[in-house]
């Protein structure tokens, strides 16, 4: 996000209770372990110094946003799903357009089941991950609430709250150059239909031994990483532009759009257009 110019609110810092926030909440629902919240800043606007008594995630839907905590700032663009502990002490800056952001915050009875089932995480955020597209799934139940929405947002809730559970993670094994060089590769150009072979000849390693790195320093496949990277650029493309879906899916590298589609609902959870019309509902 750029840096921005921002109105000031010069309050004293707060302990904001569950489903209290600064900006206007534009629709809510509680159930007895989630608060779902669709929140708008109409404006930029620099915040106060405040704390969560809830544990969240926060959904950036549009709009720019940043925020410092543990001193350190953190820019966040649109699709970035944050979480904080309860009591976390940050100060946050909206964009100066304003923002739409999407809360999932967890009642005392959610942190319990969340505490039985393990210790939860520090604070993070993520970009082009699951959590993110069950963000996505959640914020579009929410807004065409169903007789059985209350389930299957308990389901997706329940979900995201179980990406916030602190899993043992063995110490990074040290990453050789050529592999940087390979996926610098695969983020240059995602488009292309990329070979283990030709990614070896070009690291000046065999393929085999790459492969078996490459799943062993980012736990998948060198053909799911490039298409999490895909389906990432689909999804911000599918936010900011006006493309046909069939011109996306050629320039994404994709084989036509019925297999964009395919590949796209399945790592989502939903279809391009109906994710297009979630974070562009008036285009």
């Known amino acids: 996000m750029n840096e921005c ?9 707060r302990d904001l209770a569950a489903g209290e ?25 620099a915040l106060p110094t405040h704390t969560h008594q809830a544990a969240y995630f926060s959904l950036l ?8 905590y543990d001193g350190r700032r953190y820019e966040y663009d649109p699709l970035t799903v944050w979480w904080h502990r309860p009591g976390v002490v940050h100060d946050d800056a909206v964009g100066r357009s304003g923002g739409r952001f999407f809360n999932v915050e967890l009642t005392t ?10 210790p939860s995480r520090r604070d993070f955020h993520e970009q082009g991950t699951p959590v993110v597209w069950l963000a996505c799934r959640l914020l579009r139940e929410l807004r065409h609430w169903q007789p059985c929405s209350g389930l299957v947002a308990e389901n997706l809730a329940l979900e995201m709250a179980g990406c916030a559970l602190r899993r043992p993670e063995p110490p990074a094994p040290s990453t050789p150059r050529w592999l940087d060089r390979v996926v610098q590769t695969l983020h240059d150009e995602p488009e292309r239909r990329h070979y283990t072979s ?14 078996s790195v ?26 900011s532009a006006d493309m046909p879906l069939v011109q996306m899916a050629a320039t994404l590298g994709f084989a036509d759009q019925a297999h964009f589609t395919r590949i796209f609902g399945d790592v989502v959870g939903m279809t391009p257009s109906a994710f297009r019309r979630l974070l562009r509902p008036h285009s």
């Open 5 to 13: 110019k921002v109105d000031c609110e010069c309050h004293g810092s």
């Open 198 to 211: 030709a990614l070896a000849r070009e690291a000046g390693v065999h393929p085999v031994h790459l492969a």
């Open 21 to 45: 926030f600064y900006g206007d909440v534009v629709r809510r629902h509680a159930s007895p372990q989630f608060l779902l919240s669709e929140i708008h800043h109409g404006r930029g606007r």
């Open 214 to 239: 490459f799943r062993r320093t980012h736990r998948q496949t060198i053909g799911e990483y490039l298409r999490a990277l895909r389906v990432r650029r689909a999804a911000n493309l599918l936010r």
């Open 61 to 68: 839907v549009e709009g720019g946003y940043a925020e410092r």
């Open 109 to 118: 009875e959610g942190m319990d089941a969340l505490a039985q089932a393990g």
